[in-house]
């Protein structure tokens, strides 16, 4: 019988690492509500991503959702996004009262296409939700300006981009505030997470409020706020695996490096290239198939019978969700590039763990 490789396999410190790090809630039995482990744990992250303030939430669906919130964009407002990305993204915009308008991507990173932005602006246009894919960054420089000119908010969906620096500064820092998930799957992990970063103060209590019912005080409701508060054992997972991120990420770069020493350039095969002046963490490995001697989900098929997990990442886009198909700027048809990628892409299984002997299998059945 073959052994499976999954898509993904959660980073994980020792058993016994963790049991240390949570041995001391069972002396002060505080499990949730912003205590010890969540105060460190954010401590450690505004240290590591270079960023002012972070705010941690129990997923990253909610950070997202909640820091849309927090900067007060007029209901039915509009707002730039991409189709090429999970549906939380577009999810957290609507839910806020506000209209998804999607704009295609570029075919070389899959991240939003700058050029296509300003066209798609209007007078009811009250922000821009770029997000960063497989760990590419979009063209923050180019996005920056635009949002300037337009006097537009910009909050990045920087779900795929914990670790990543461009020119020395850490993706998170971009924008009017960045959103980063610490899902299981994830380069960092809190077992379910994620944590709004910005530079304004003025939010750290806004975004506090929010995630705890909009209160303030034990007489005071400030905002019809939810409960999406991290727990101290989620915390104390984050505090441990931040110790081994770096090593974490440099085990992924080896895999991806056999990835590409086997599959570059073979005819039909597109590979993503590095990025300049970026600080990559290995998120994803996607491949498109185009023109190749099999279909991508052909190609799929085949690995599933090697019992080798891949995922068709994204599809189908958000745009082409029955939730989303009505509206003005639905329809896959109308962001082609995006719907091209998304037919033909398939991300390979890719983590620290996965031997280079596994990656050589996988690759093996894509080739034969």
């Not at 744990?41 to 919130?69: D, F, K, M, R």
């Not at 989620?234 to 990420?249: K, P, S, T, W, Y």
């Not at 990025?275 to 994803?284: I, L, M, R, T």
């Amino acid at each position: 019988m073959k052994q499976l490789i999954n898509v993904t396999r959660s980073s994980m410190p020792s058993f016994e690492e963790y049991c240390e790090e949570i041995k001391d809630l069972w002396d002060s039995h505080w499990l949730t509500n912003m205590g010890v482990k969540h105060k460190h744990l954010q401590s450690q992250l505004e240290e590591y991503l270079s960023v002012p303030n972070v705010v941690l939430y129990t997923n990253g669906h909610l950070a997202l959702e909640n820091v849309i919130a927090a900067l007060d964009l007029p209901a039915g407002g509009e707002v730039i996004t991409t189709p090429f990305t999970f549906v939380s993204t577009t999810h957290a915009i609507v839910r806020n009262g506000l209209i998804p308008v999607f704009c295609d991507i570029n075919p070389t990173d899959y991240t939003i296409d700058v050029s296509k932005i300003e066209a798609l602006i209007t007078d009811k246009t009250v922000a821009i939700v770029p997000v960063h894919v497989y760990g590419n960054l979009c063209d923050v420089d180019a996005i920056d300006v635009i949002a300037k000119k337009h006097n537009l908010k910009v909050i990045y969906d920087a779900a795929h981009a914990f670790g990543v620096r461009y020119r020395g500064a850490g993706a998170a820092s971009f924008g009017d505030a960045s959103m980063l998930s610490f899902h299981a799957t994830k380069v960092f992990n809190t077992i379910e997470g994620g944590a709004v970063c910005f530079a304004d103060d003025a939010l750290v209590a806004n975004l506090n409020d929010r995630k705890n019912f909009g209160i303030r005080g034990p007489e005071s409701c400030v905002y019809v706020g939810g409960n999406a508060k991290m727990s101290e054992f989620q915390a104390a997972m984050g505090i441990c695996n931040l110790r081994h991120v770096d090593e974490e990420i440099a085990k992924r770069g080896k895999v991806v490096a056999q990835y590409r020493k086997l599959l570059s350039g073979v005819p039909g095969l597109t590979l993503c290239e590095d990025q300049p002046e970026v600080q990559p963490n290995y998120a994803y490995f996607p491949v498109v198939f185009d023109g190749y001697k099999y279909s991508r989900d052909q190609v799929f098929s085949r690995l599933k019978e090697e019992e080798i997990i891949a995922r068709k990442y994204f599809y189908p886009l958000t745009n082409d969700f029955e939730c989303y198909r009505d509206l003005p700027t639905a329809g896959a048809e109308k962001t082609p590039v995006a719907q091209f990628v998304a037919d033909r892409v398939l991300t390979l299984p890719l983590y620290a763990d996965l031997s280079l002997e596994d990656v050589s299998r996988i690759c093996s059945v894509i080739l034969e």
